[in-house]
Nanobody, 123 residues
Framework: QVRLVEHGGGLVQAGGSLRLSCAASGRTFPYAMGWFRQAPGREREFVAAFRLNDTSTYYGDSLKGRFTISRDNAKNTVYLHMNSLKPEDTAVYYC?????????????????WGQGTQVTVSS
């Protein structure tokens, strides 16, 4: 089992930046880690992900260049750096872990989820 705890959400003005963190704990290592977001009335949306045995990173449409996913292996922590934030980035952001080889952009492929952290971008 994997436990995920997110931190770092909050209220920010448009154009600002935030860094979210996701601390992972458990007896087994995930195959992949990802970030998703969900705005009210909308489906959960893929934001970014990586496979633990690979240095490549993957991003949702239109997010690459503003958002960056990174990791600190020593701290078992995954980060989401968000720059040039827009009001449409407002959502609850979730960290997730997938335990097997799967496509990374599909929420139902992930086995464990954090509690979510609210990001609100004001105009």
């Amino acid at each position: 089992q994997v436990r995920l705890v997110e931190h770092g959400g909050g209220l920010v003005q448009a154009g600002g930046s935030l860094r979210l963190s996701c601390a992972a704990s458990g007896r087994t290592f995930p195959y992949a880690m990802g970030w998703f977001r969900q705005a009210p009335g909308r489906e959960r949306e893929f934001v970014a992900a990586f496979r633990l045995n690979d240095t490549s990173t993957y991003y949702g449409d239109s997010l690459k260049g503003r958002f960056t996913i990174s990791r600190d292996n020593a701290k078992n922590t995954v980060y989401l750096h968000m720059n040039s934030l827009k009001p449409e980035d407002t959502a609850v952001y979730y960290c997730a872990a997938a335990m097997g080889p799967v496509a990374l952009d599909i929420p139902r492929h992930y086995d464990y989820w954090g509690q979510g952290t609210q990001v609100t971008v004001s105009s």
